[in-house]
């Protein structure tokens, strides 16, 4: 009787993030990305929210306690290959994301979610400081938008000089690379990749779509899942930003405001 051959394990993907109840961001996009991705995808939720189509009704913070708890509980057990980061409202939390973060040895891509797609604050104003200073520290990507690059470093991005600016101003801060996403200037959408060194500026055409709720998660997610199966930075953001394209593309209405990209455009696609 020949033996059994056990199953490949996946490649394992953690995010710690925010719930998104409306299923079109945060950990419900992170998990969805993975899936898309061939990972295996677990979670730790920093918090529950209240969200729709129109915006984030509510948000309730977890304790600490209870992030480092699932953190611990999954990392020390099944273990990972990446690490990716969305909503931390509050210093407290930022700063224990941080310290689990440096003693993992799993690369961290951290999206600083500062405001939802509906302009809804996300996280706590006196937490900024703990974001550069912990948390960015922590990153092998970081992957801001200008409202966000504009939070951290008052910087106001208008042309394609002033992501430059701000990718250096934001790599002071210590993330291994930076991408600062162009996706709100005028055009078609170009984001930058870079580490100080290289420079990588990333094309993409504009969709006439306003269904984009849950970019910004699902843009980290799939960068994650990039360095997880083994890619180097510039692969996996580049095949992130074509995935995230895609998704867009196929973005659909739900409700009465913006609805959320297609996370599974791809298996509908062929």
Same mark, same amino acid.
């Given at each position: 009787?020949? =033996?059994?051959? *056990?199953?490949?394990?996946?490649?394992?993907?953690?995010?710690?993030?925010?719930?998104? $109840?409306?299923?079109g961001?945060? =950990?419900?996009?992170?998990?969805?990305?993975?899936?898309?991705?061939?990972?295996?995808?677990?979670?730790?939720?920093? @918090?529950?929210?209240?969200?729709n189509?129109?915006?984030?009704?509510?948000?309730?913070?977890?304790?600490?306690?209870?992030?480092?708890?699932?953190?611990?509980?999954?990392?020390? &057990?099944?273990?990972?290959?990446?690490v990716?980061?969305?909503?931390?409202? $509050?210093a407290l939390?930022?700063?224990?994301v941080a310290?689990?973060?440096?003693?993992?040895? #799993?690369?961290?891509?951290? &999206?600083?979610?500062g405001?939802?797609?509906?302009?809804?604050?996300?996280? #706590?104003a006196?937490?900024? &400081?703990?974001?550069?200073?912990? +948390?960015? *520290?922590? @990153?092998?990507?970081?992957?801001?938008? +200008?409202?966000?690059?504009a939070?951290?470093? /008052? =910087?106001?991005?208008?042309?394609?000089?002033?992501?430059?600016?701000a990718?250096? #101003?934001l790599?002071?801060? /210590?993330?291994?690379w930076?991408?600062?996403k162009?996706?709100?200037?005028?055009?078609?959408?170009?984001? +930058? +990749?870079?580490?100080?060194?290289?420079?990588?500026?990333?094309?993409?055409?504009r969709?006439?779509?306003?269904? %984009?709720?849950?970019?910004?998660?699902t843009?980290?997610?799939? =960068? @994650?899942? /990039?360095?997880?199966?083994?890619?180097?930075?510039?692969? @996996?953001?580049?095949?992130?930003?074509?995935?995230v %394209?895609?998704?867009?593309?196929?973005?659909?209405?739900?409700?009465?405001?913006?609805?959320?990209?297609?996370?599974?455009?791809?298996?509908?696609t062929?």
């Open positions: 009787m020949p =033996i059994p051959v *056990p199953p490949a394990v996946p490649a394992r993907v953690l995010t710690v993030a925010g719930s998104d $109840s409306g299923g961001a945060g =950990i419900q996009a992170d998990l969805k990305t993975m899936l898309a991705h061939g990972v295996h995808g677990m979670s730790v939720l920093t @918090a529950v929210t209240a969200q189509s129109l915006g984030v009704q509510g948000a309730w913070e977890l304790p600490a306690e209870a992030v480092r708890a699932q953190y611990r509980s999954v990392v020390d &057990d099944i273990g990972v290959q990446a990716k980061t969305g909503m931390l409202s $509050s939390l930022v700063e224990t310290e689990l973060l440096a003693g993992t040895g #799993a690369p961290a891509v951290v &999206d600083p979610v405001v939802s797609k509906h302009g809804d604050p996300l996280l #706590a006196e937490a900024l &400081d703990s974001v550069r200073t912990r +948390l960015l *520290p922590a @990153a092998a990507v970081a992957t801001p938008n +200008l409202d966000e690059v939070q951290l470093t /008052g =910087i106001r991005v208008t042309d394609g000089p002033g992501m430059r600016r990718a250096g #101003a790599l002071e801060f /210590g993330p291994r930076v991408v600062v162009g996706g709100h200037l005028p055009g078609d959408p170009v984001d +930058l +990749l870079t580490d100080g060194t290289e420079e990588h500026w990333l094309p993409a055409a969709h006439d779509n306003r269904h %984009t709720h849950g970019t910004g998660c843009l980290a997610s799939a =960068i @994650a899942c /990039g360095l997880a199966l083994g890619q180097d930075v510039p692969v @996996a953001v580049r095949n992130a930003k074509s995935y %394209t895609g998704a867009i593309a196929a973005g659909f209405p739900l409700g009465a405001g913006i609805g959320p990209v297609d996370h599974g455009w791809r298996l509908r062929g």
